[in-house]
Structures are given as structure tokens and as C-alpha cells.
């Protein structure tokens, strides 16, 4: 009798403690929440350029587009179908290709213009980051007025 006695209070305490499990509320433990930052810059179409990148290269340089550039001035790259403007570290189409500028990118005149390889050079600094300059061609360039301040 005794024995059957602790036997019925085995099962009940094991079956109280099944029944507890069962129906405890669960608490999720607190999750870290990680967020995504997505950066994007202001000039996000200059890219550093290799010498291996097809873009485009002058075939018809423009004259007039000389006649009013001047150093000091602001232009846009305009007419490049979108490729871009090669600036490179000197005049000349040989020489290495320093950073592209993209079409409506806008930059500041700063020394130029020079004659090499058939075409008027000018020597370009980016109005966004002045780390990003170079001589372009001035066939993909059109003069702009520019607020200053």
C-alpha cells in the first residue's frame, strides 16, 4: 500500500511538472538588431578608372567648345553616350587614365588648355571631391553657369 501510494505521487508530481512545461509561457530571448546602411554618395558615378576600360575616345574634336572655357569656369561632361570622360594624370591619350567623369558631372576649370594628340586639353577637379581630377578632352565638355557660396 505504501508503495503504490508513492507510486500515484510520482505520476501526479511528473505529470504537474509535464503540465507546468507544457504550459509556460515562453519568453523569446532578446534578439540583436543588426541594421542595414546602404551609403550612397553624392557623386556616385565617379570611379576610379584601369587603362584596360573601354570608354569612349574623342573622334571629332570640337573647336568652339574651346571658345568659351576658361580657367576658373565650371563645365558638365555632356556628349559621351553615357561612358563618360577619361581624365587622365597629363594631356595626351596616352598617358594613364586617372579617374572617369560621368555624363552631368560637373567640375572646375583649374589650368589648361594644352594641345596634345590633335585635341584641347583641360585640367579638371570635381566640385563633389577634390581628390577626383585629371585632363580631359574638351569635346565632352559644355560650359555651365555655377552658383558660387
Same mark, same amino acid.
Given at each position: 500500500?505504501?508503495?503504490?501510494?508513492?507510486?500515484?505521487?510520482?505520476?501526479?508530481?511528473?505529470? !504537474?511538472?509535464?503540465?507546468?512545461?507544457?504550459?509556460?509561457?515562453?519568453?523569446?530571448?532578446? !534578439?540583436? !538588431?543588426?541594421?542595414?546602411?546602404?551609403?550612397?554618395?553624392?557623386?556616385?558615378?565617379?570611379?576610379?578608372?584601369?587603362?584596360?576600360?573601354?570608354l569612349v575616345t574623342p573622334t571629332n574634336?570640337?573647336?568652339?567648345?574651346? *571658345?568659351?572655357?576658361?580657367?576658373?569656369?565650371?563645365?558638365?561632361?555632356?556628349? !559621351?553616350?553615357?561612358?563618360?570622360?577619361?581624365?587622365?594624370?597629363?594631356?595626351?591619350?596616352?598617358?594613364?587614365?586617372?579617374?572617369?567623369?560621368?555624363?552631368?558631372?560637373?567640375?572646375?576649370?583649374?589650368?589648361?588648355?594644352?594641345?596634345?594628340?590633335?585635341?584641347?586639353?583641360?585640367?579638371?577637379?570635381?566640385?563633389?571631391?577634390?581628390?577626383? *581630377?585629371?585632363?580631359?578632352?574638351?569635346?565632352?565638355?559644355?560650359?555651365?553657369?555655377?552658383?558660387?557660396?
Amino acid at each position: 500500500m505504501i508503495g503504490s501510494a508513492i507510486g500515484i505521487a510520482l505520476i501526479l508530481s511528473l505529470l !504537474t511538472i509535464l503540465l507546468l512545461w507544457v504550459t509556460r509561457s515562453y519568453q523569446t530571448p532578446p !534578439t540583436q !538588431t543588426t541594421a542595414i546602411l546602404n551609403i550612397i554618395p553624392l557623386n556616385i558615378a565617379t570611379q576610379t578608372a584601369s587603362p584596360a576600360q573601354p570608354l569612349v575616345t574623342p573622334t571629332n574634336p570640337s573647336q568652339d567648345s574651346d *571658345k568659351t572655357i576658361a580657367v576658373g569656369d565650371h563645365i558638365q561632361i555632356s556628349g !559621351t553616350g553615357g561612358d563618360g570622360l577619361r581624365l587622365r594624370i597629363n594631356p595626351g591619350l596616352n598617358n594613364q587614365i586617372m579617374f572617369i567623369g560621368t555624363e552631368g558631372e560637373i567640375f572646375m576649370v583649374n589650368d589648361g588648355p594644352r594641345e596634345a594628340d590633335g585635341y584641347n586639353w583641360w585640367y579638371l577637379i570635381s566640385i563633389d571631391d577634390e581628390t577626383v *581630377k585629371g585632363w580631359g578632352v574638351s569635346e565632352y565638355m559644355e560650359e555651365i553657369e555655377f552658383p558660387e557660396g
